[in-house]
């Protein structure tokens, strides 16, 4: 079994949860995250001031800002993880900096604290 997490931009939560719904796996985790990559972004607004037409850029810390994502977190057997993998990657690929990242770790059990169930039985 796999263990597949994937960091996604805000706005693709709902497409991305109802194509894995539509593949057959509608269990799943997603929660909001906070973080950034290694690329330099630039996050410097522009201030309108009331009363005027004037807008003057704000200088804010481009080091530390953190941006608001969301992380799905779905465990499935070892011959869906490419499927998985695949239509994450469809839907969320646009080929700009931000479309996310996918890792994808072993799970060496599940059990379904509900009925003791074990590993596939527990998926």
Not at 32 to 61: A, H
Not at 95 to 120: H, L
Request: hydrophobic share 35%; with cysteine.
């Amino acid at each position: 079994m796999k263990e597949i997490t994937a960091i996604v931009r805000m706005n693709m939560v709902g497409l991305t949860a109802e194509a894995l719904k539509e593949i057959g796996f509608a269990s799943f985790t997603c929660r909001k995250v906070l973080g950034r990559g290694k690329k330099k972004v630039d996050f410097t607004p522009t201030k309108w001031t009331p009363g005027t037409n004037d807008y003057t850029q704000q200088e804010i810390s481009n080091q530390h800002r953190l941006i608001s994502n969301r992380m799905f977190t779905i465990v499935v057997n070892d011959e869906d993880v490419d499927e998985v993998v695949e239509t994450i990657i469809k839907v969320n690929q646009t080929k700009n900096p931000g479309d996310g990242k996918i890792f994808v770790r072993n799970i060496d059990e599940v059990i379904r604290v509900r009925t003791g169930e074990k590993d596939a039985l527990a998926l």
